[in-house]
Nanobody
Framework: QVQLVESGGGLVQAGGSLRLSCSAS????????MGWFRQAPGKEREFVAR????????YYADSVKGRFTISRDNAKNTLYLQMNSLKPEDTAVYYC????????????????WGKGALVTVSS
């Protein structure tokens, strides 16, 4: 069992930066692939980024590539998403999620989800 809690969301102006954190409970965080997903108002949840259980195998959606960086600290049971050069279209609720194997690029099949953190980017 893994429980996930996101933090670090908020309001930022376009061009600014935010760092999201996802704190995980349980002793097996380091065994899970982790991902960030987001859901904008009126839209479906979409893939943002994923990282392997060793901190490798990073992969990003084209819409955030070069602006967002996913990382993890297994000693702290924490996943991060550094978001730079934010755009109004990045406004969404951001979710972290865990999967025992490779994280897919769709929300389907994830094992555990956090409750989300709201990121609002003003123009």
């Amino acid at each position: 069992q893994v429980q996930l809690v996101e933090s670090g969301g908020g309001l930022v102006q376009a061009g600014g930066s935010l760092r999201l954190s996802c704190s995980a409970s349980g002793r097996t965080f380091s065994s899970y692939g982790m991902g960030w997903f987001r859901q904008a108002p009126g839209k479906e949840r979409e893939f943002v980024a994923r990282i392997g259980y060793l901190g490798d195998l990073e992969y990003y959606a084209d819409s955030v590539k070069g602006r967002f960086t996913i990382s993890r600290d297994n000693a702290k049971n924490t996943l991060y998403l550094q978001m730079n050069s934010l755009k109004p279209e990045d406004t969404a609720v951001y979710y972290c999620a865990a999967k025992w194997t490779v994280v897919p690029t769709t929300p389907l099949g994830m094992d555990y989800w956090g409750k989300g953190a709201l990121v609002t980017v003003s123009s």
